[in-house]
Structure formats: C-alpha cells, structure tokens
C-alpha cells in the first residue's frame, strides 16, 4: 500500500486516507493560448516507468492538496512537498539524482518536467 506523508498535518496517511489528482507541475492554458497548448494543458498527460511528480489530497484528513515525488515502477516514494510550488524542493531533486543517476529536472519546451534519462 502507498503511504504518503502529508507535508502540512504531519501525518502518514494510507492511500485510502488520500485522493489522487492526476499530474503535477502542469502548467495551465486557457483563454487566449493557442488550441495546441490548451489540448495539450487538458489532455496531455505523462505515464512514466520511472520518476513522476503527482497531485494527492489528504481527504480524510487535513483536506490540503500536495505534491509527490514517486517512481510509479517500484512505488518508492521520494518526498512530498506543498503544492504551492512549481518545481520539487532541491533536497528532493537531489535524493531523486542519487538514487536515479542520470535523472535531471529541467524544461524540454515550455513543459517543465523531470525526465529519467
Ligand atoms: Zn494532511
């Protein structure tokens, strides 16, 4: 089972305590963008074997949203931060790099993402 730390209560929280909500760090589109970019902001989502940054809710908790770090293949959990950010915090890009060599966080495009190399 995934067990996630809420970075605002503190708490350890299972994942039947959480709300998974998609991908983070996506930067959002709207009136004005071209179609290209609001398709993509609304429908174009990453599916990695590896290092994701993803959305949860604390719903039987605090009711705060936050950011993980994971691999989706080994279910390793990195660290969880505010969401209030719009990249992962240094500490734990650089966990991610030690224990993925390789691994980079960086922009390809206008999409900033962190990508296994
Ligand atoms: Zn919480």
């Not at 908790?61 to 279910?75: E, Q």
């Amino acid at each position: 089972m995934l067990i996630l730390h809420c970075p605002y209560c503190g708490v350890m929280a299972e994942e039947t305590e959480l709300h998974a909500g998609g991908e983070a760090h996506l930067k959002r589109f709207g009136p004005g963008s071209s179609d290209e970019e609001f398709e993509g902001y609304l429908f174009h989502r990453e599916n990695p074997k590896g290092v994701h940054f993803e959305r949860w809710r604390h719903v039987n908790g605090c009711g705060k949203w936050f950011h993980a770090a994971r691999c989706t293949n080994t279910l390793e959990v990195f660290g969880t931060y505010s969401a209030q950010v719009t990249a992962p915090p240094q500490e734990i890009q650089d966990k991610i790099s030690a224990k993925r060599p390789g691994w980079t966080w960086g922009t390809w495009g206008d999409d900033p993402k962190g990508r296994d190399q």
